[in-house]
């Protein structure tokens, strides 16, 4: 099984947090929800209190096929501060790991330089923090080892699509299916 961490910070936007590890877990991923910055309950941007399944401190992700970190204010502020968080990006930047960020997260290795080369998308405004990346105003992005959105209207194709470059499209379009994915209104 491929183990996925997710890393939620006080003030992350919950939908962006919650439905990847919804999702992946659907899909029958080993997800930790990993919180960042000490207490394992976290509250979100608006709110919403939750509790995650480990401490960053306690996790290595060195066994990782995804890292995953869901944008919002103050918590991509917060994801951006974490030493721990810099270093297991830096080491999985040099690995296979899967590489993902939404909404204002992408400006976490932005500002490191690891999209430097790539295409990138992220939360309107927020382009001049994907320093050397090509920004698009695509949903999502795949790059490399990097998978970057826009924000929570793209939060289940990002998820989606973490699936489909972990087990493949037949397993993404299982899940979109299942979750009834893409009504129109």
């Not at 919804?22 to 930790?32: P, T, W």
């Not at 999502?140 to 998978?147: H, I, L, W």
Request: proline share 3%; glycine share 10%; with cysteine.
């Amino acid at each position: 099984m491929s183990k996925v961490y997710v890393f939620a910070a006080q003030g992350c936007e919950e939908i962006e947090c919650l439905t990847q590890v919804d999702l992946l877990r659907r899909a029958g991923l080993e997800v930790v929800l990993c919180a960042v910055g000490g207490d394992l309950r976290i509250r979100g941007s608006h709110g919403i209190a939750f509790e995650a399944d480990a401490r960053i401190e306690e996790v290595s992700a060195k066994d990782a096929a995804a890292l995953v970190l869901p944008g919002g204010m103050p918590g991509t502020m917060n994801l951006r501060e974490d030493p721990v968080l810099a270093r297991m990006l830096k080491e999985a930047a040099d690995t296979d790991t899967w590489i993902c960020a939404i909404c204002a997260a992408p400006r976490v290795p932005g500002e490191m330089g690891l999209l430097a080369g790539h295409r990138a998308t992220c939360y309107p405004g927020l382009e001049e923090y994907l320093t050397g990346a090509e920004t698009t105003q695509n949903e999502v992005e795949v790059s490399g080892q990097f998978v970057t959105s826009r924000g929570v209207g793209t939060a289940i194709a990002f998820a989606l699509k973490i699936i489909e470059l972990i087990q493949g499209k037949e397993q993404a379009e299982k899940i979109k299916n299942s979750i009834v994915f893409n009504i129109s209104l």
